[in-house]
């Protein structure tokens, strides 16, 4: 069974950056698309971004576009979302997962994110 794992969280100012990573537990990372999709309190999932396997093509998020930076690197099996010009309603919990095809099926535990005003 694959793991994502998030990290990078925490308590940052408004205007403030956070990086966040999302560590993959097998060697076919390569093969997937990675996602960050967050859920603020009392509010549904919603997607930030998205990045194909070899990186080549990266889709946002209006609320995000311009400010959030998706990445990966294959060969750490790793994904990240930089985070610059954070504002309060970025406060989430951030998840990463994956998907082959279609619908995303691995999900990661996710990594609060708070940005006070």
């Known amino acids: 069974q694959v793991q994502l794992v998030e990290s990078g969280g925490g308590l940052v100012q408004a205007g403030g950056s956070l990086r966040l990573s999302c560590a993959y537990s097998e060697r076919t990372f390569n093969f997937y698309t990675m996602g960050w999709f967050r859920q603020a309190p009392g509010k549904e999932r919603e997607f930030v971004a998205e990045?194909?396997?070899?990186?080549?093509?990266?889709v946002y998020a209006d609320s995000v576009k311009g400010r959030f930076t998706i990445s990966r690197d294959n060969a750490k099996n790793t994904a990240y979302l930089q985070m610059n010009s954070l504002r309060p309603e970025d406060t989430a919990i951030y998840y990463c997962a994956s998907r082959r095809f279609g619908e995303y099926t691995n999900w990661g535990q996710g990594t609060q994110v708070t940005v006070s005003s």
């Open positions: 990045i194909n396997w070899n990186g080549g093509n990266t």
